[in-house]
């Protein structure tokens, strides 16, 4: 199972940073928000969750579950909601503004 998570991750980042790499904003946002995905569940993997475990400390429980990496992985997922709605109104204003989606590297022959 483990290796299965650790594939899906590493997939996810790979996808990710490949469509952060193409020059339309679209891409370079769902890239974003994959790679915060992966990031996300990497987070929530490495807290190595116990099912049917009490997150608190009980004494007629066997053990617990450590509730950090599940507080972890819900603030980035209201960070990087936030984030992606950030960067969709800027790409909307500059595909408004410019009248296209491209992201332009080129410096306009400033020198």
Request: proline share 5%; aromatic share 8%.
């Given at each position: 199972?483990?290796?299965?998570?650790?594939?899906?991750?590493?997939?996810?980042?790979?996808?990710?940073?490949?469509?952060?790499?193409?020059?339309?904003?679209?891409?370079?946002i769902i890239g974003l928000s994959l790679?915060?995905?992966?990031?996300?569940?990497?987070?929530?993997?490495?807290?190595?969750?116990?099912?049917?475990?009490?997150?608190?400390?009980?004494?007629?429980?066997?053990?617990?579950?450590?509730?950090?990496?599940?507080?972890?992985?819900?603030?980035?997922?209201?960070?990087?909601?936030?984030?992606?709605?950030?960067?969709v109104l800027m790409a909307l204003g500059a595909y408004l503004t410019g009248g296209?989606?491209?992201?332009?590297?080129?410096?306009?022959?400033?020198?």
């Amino acid at each position: 199972m483990e290796a299965l998570i650790a594939a899906a991750i590493g997939l996810m980042t790979a996808g990710g940073i490949y469509l952060m790499l193409r020059r339309r904003t679209f891409p370079v946002i769902i890239g974003l928000s994959l790679l915060s995905y992966a990031v996300n569940l990497f987070l929530f993997v490495a807290g190595r969750l116990a099912p049917g475990l009490p997150p608190i400390i009980s004494k007629t429980a066997a053990g617990y579950t450590d509730p950090l990496p599940q507080a972890l992985v819900l603030t980035a997922i209201v960070i990087s909601f936030g984030m992606t709605a950030v960067l969709v109104l800027m790409a909307l204003g500059a595909y408004l503004t410019g009248g296209d989606a491209r992201i332009d590297l080129d410096d306009g022959g400033a020198e």
